[in-house]
Structure formats: C-alpha cells, structure tokens
C-alpha cells in the first residue's frame, strides 16, 4: 500500500481530517490538484499586495477555531464591530458602543434604533444564542423568520439584509434561517478578522501538522476499490490506501462520488490599491439606497490589517454577489466613488477573483450533519456535509477523521 489513508483535496476540511489521522499515527497521504493547499481559502501575493480569494473572514467564535486552531499563531487582525452604512438619506453608522464608545452617538443618530425596530430585530436574534438542536426544529426560510419575528423598518432592510446578502452571498432569503442565524450566533459572540499573512495562513497552519508534505499538481481521475482496499486513480500512476477521504471542492463532488452535484453561490472580489486613504473606519460599508450599484459590501482591508498592503499604500477590497458579479470595473469604481465619496479613478486595479463556488447553498429544512459514509473504504468529507463556514469544514474533517480512524482500529 502507498498509505494507511488517502485523502483527495488540501482544503480546510481535507486538511483537517488528515491531521488529526496522522496526530493518532496514521500514515496519510494528500493530494492536491492545485499548486498550493487551501481550496478555496487561499491569498495571492501580488507585487506586495495580500489579496485573499474572495473578501473572507475568520471568526474566533467558532467552536472549531477555539479548540483545535492556533488563533495567536495567525496574528488575527480584527474589524470594527459594526458597519457603515450609505443610504438615502445619507450616511450612518451602527457600531458596538461598548467596543467604540466613541460612536455611541452616530449610532444613536442613526434612526436604527427605534424601540419597534430593536425588539423585532432581537426576537429573531434570540434564537440563536440558544440551543444549536432547537435551531433546526420548524426551519424556515430566512426572510420568513424574519417577518415571523416582526424584524421591518430600515435596520431590517438597510442593515440585516445588506449585511447577510454579503455573508450568505444572497439577497432573497431563501437560505436555511437555522443556518443564517448559526452564523449570526458567531458574530454576537466575537468579531471576526483576518490572519496578518491573509487567509491562506489557516490551511498552511493545519498542513503543517502533517507526518508528509502535501502532494500539489496532482488530479485525480477516480476513486475506486480492489477489494478491501481502496484505488486513488491519478492522471499518471494509482495509488492503493486501507482508506480514502473525498475532500474536494464542491463542484468536484458529483465527479467523485456517487453524491449529486453540490449547488454553490458566487461571488466576485475585486481588490483595489490606493496610495491614499479614502476612510479611516475600519467598518465595513454597505450600500443600502434604493438604487444601487452591483456591490454589497467594501472594506479598507489596510485599516484593519496593514499588512495586506506594502507600506504607505491601502487595500480596498469591493464584492459583488448574484447579479452584481456580471457587473463591469467602471460599474464597480463608480459605485465606490460614491460610497468613499472620493475619486477612484487612480485606483490601481490588483486582481479581480471570481469565485464560482465560494458557498454550498444552505435551503431549509437544513441538515447539520449529513452522512459521510460512501463505501467500506471511503468517506467524504467538506463543508457541504455540515454548515456552509469555516466551522463546518473542520467539523466536517473531524466526523471524517474519526471514522476512519475506527475502521483503522485508531
């Protein structure tokens, strides 16, 4: 046998799974179609700028994170705890006054926080800070729980759903309001950031607890059996393991394995250098006019973490979900000209990422814990098969890890 255990696919949930088989002395290998681990948690470098593939976060609430991540390793650089936020009306800001008591008044100022708006937007965040099982019961539709809950007005539409559309990369509430309020749970318990050396520093943190060193550039053509074993067919060679773990990105998925296809939401980033600031906030904007441009939300990443940027310049990342991805770079330096209410036609334009796959749809009723097993000799494993996050994925590679581990007699 090449391995005890092979695992297909270097992302979070592959990563994962294959680190902790080889914590229980496991001989796993990895292999990995492109020319670097982290599937779609990745960061280009790009003439000193950090660009992460697709605007993502990290938060140090999940539980995952807690326990089996070296949060201070990666230096996490975090975001304000609020947004802003450009209106009709103009310009205003919700922010955490215990985190910036220094804009308690424009937060006040806001007009978001009438009594109405508040004690709606609180029956439905309720929830959430409870049991994670009772969150599943009667699942619903997130626009649904939210008019269930009474939640109307401009802090619904303005800053809820501004909000949400750019965290589950829809605007029509259709995803699992279980799921939404999982994620909303995150939020209320932490403030999420970013790693110094860009997200890419979490996938290199989990392979660097590897016993072998990922194999990169490699794709594989079919998974199979010969007998007890399991076959990992390569485009060159095939390679024969006691186990396999499919661990590939979702679009890869129905390729692999018997599963459907996995549905995925887009998104595109761009990201934009800058030698002058346009704000000093460390929030993230939205823009909540009634018309628009195609961006839901944008960031000075260098405000919160300067070291996404050579120093003296800034970083702006701008992303667009659903329609908004066909829209064209003047589209989107128009729209940020209005939101930083500066010129950007001087912006340097570093990269533009399209994400095809950046989230597996979450529907009701959700189901936080689908089934792994495949076969005798292979599992599957990914965010796909538990909550669309982060979280998901490690939890994802844990479930895995310790059923193949069982049938390894680990």
């Excluded at 807690?66 to 103009?90: I, K, N």
Aim: glycine share 10%; net charge neutral.
């Amino acid at each position: 046998m090449d391995a005890d255990v092979i695992v297909v696919g270097a992302g979070i949930a592959g990563l994962h799974c294959a680190g902790r088989l080889a914590a229980r002395g496991l001989d796993v290998l990895v292999l990995e179609a492109g020319d670097d681990v982290g599937g779609r948690v990745r960061t280009d470098v790009i003439d000193g700028y950090r660009c992460d593939r697709g605007f993502q976060v990290l938060n140090p609430a999940y539980p995952r994170i807690r326990s089996d991540v070296d949060v201070e390793a990666l230096d996490l650089r975090t975001f304000g705890r609020g947004v802003g936020v450009l209106r009709d009306q103009g310009r205003a800001v919700v922010a955490d006054p215990l985190r910036h008591p220094e804009r308690l008044l424009d937060t006040l100022r806001s007009g978001y926080l009438t009594p109405r708006q508040l004690l709606g937007a609180a029956r439905w965040v309720l929830p959430a800070l409870g049991s994670v099982a009772a969150l599943a019961d009667g699942d619903e539709g997130w626009a649904s729980s939210l008019d269930r809950s009474g939640a109307q007005g401009p802090l619904r539409r303005e800053v809820i759903e501004r909000f949400l559309a750019g965290t589950i990369l829809e605007s029509e509430g259709s995803s699992s309001a279980a799921y939404v309020r999982l994620l909303v749970r995150s939020f209320v318990r932490a403030t999420p950031g970013v790693p110094a050396e860009g997200m890419a520093a979490l996938p290199r943190q989990l392979a660097s607890r590897l016993s072998r060193p990922v194999r990169t550039g490699v794709r594989v053509d079919r998974v199979g059996r010969d007998g007890a074993r399991a076959v990992v067919h390569t485009d060159g060679e095939s390679l024969q393991a006691r186990q396999v773990v499919v661990a590939v990105d979702p679009r890869e998925v129905g390729r692999l394995t018997p599963l459907p296809a996995v549905a995925t939401k887009p998104l595109v980033t761009w990201w934009f250098a800058t030698g002058e600031r346009p704000t000093a906030t460390d929030l993230l904007l939205l823009d909540a006019r009634s018309r628009r441009g195609p961006l839901v939300d944008t960031a000075v990443l260098t405000n919160a973490a300067p070291s996404y940027a050579p120093p003296g310049r800034h970083l702006v990342q701008a992303t667009a979900v659903e329609e908004g991805c066909r829209a064209t770079e003047a589209d989107v330096r128009a729209q940020l000209a209005e939101l930083y209410a500066c010129d950007t036609g001087g912006w340097e334009l570093v990269v533009r990422h399209d994400v095809a796959d950046a989230l597996p749809v979450q529907p009701p009723p959700v189901q936080l814990r689908q089934p792994l097993v495949l076969d005798e000799a292979t599992v599957v494993c990914g965010d796909h098969r538990d909550t669309a996050s982060l979280q998901g994925a490690l939890v994802s590679g844990v479930r895995a890890a310790a059923l193949v581990a069982a049938r390894c007699g680990r």
